[in-house]
């Protein structure tokens, strides 16, 4: 069985290089794509991707992206495409800033 799905996750962590950042929770939202040959449970997916960056505290979008696609490729060995997005919305007055990562396997 193929899977395509898309999730759309927001949560509070400690994600940046600043002193504030290292300290207060904030806002990020992940945007996920991912397909496989075999079926992925998003809310599992869901539930580790959260769990991931409470726990590690990632100092940049981009270490954390590399991390989650690495993570999921792992326990998903049949996981053909990946593109997975990181938001801070609140850093910056009026802007809504990020990085994506794309893998193909």
Known sequence: MQS???VSLEFKCIIGLLDFERIQEQ????????KSKKFLDYAKLCARIEKIYKKKKFKT?????KYICKDIKKHHKKLQFIHITCYKPDIIKNACVGA???KKY
């Open 100 to 102: 994506s990562l794309s």
């Open 4 to 6: 395509h799905i898309k």
């Open 61 to 65: 979008i981009e270490k954390s992206l």
């Open 27 to 34: 806002k990020v939202l992940i945007e996920l794509e991912a």
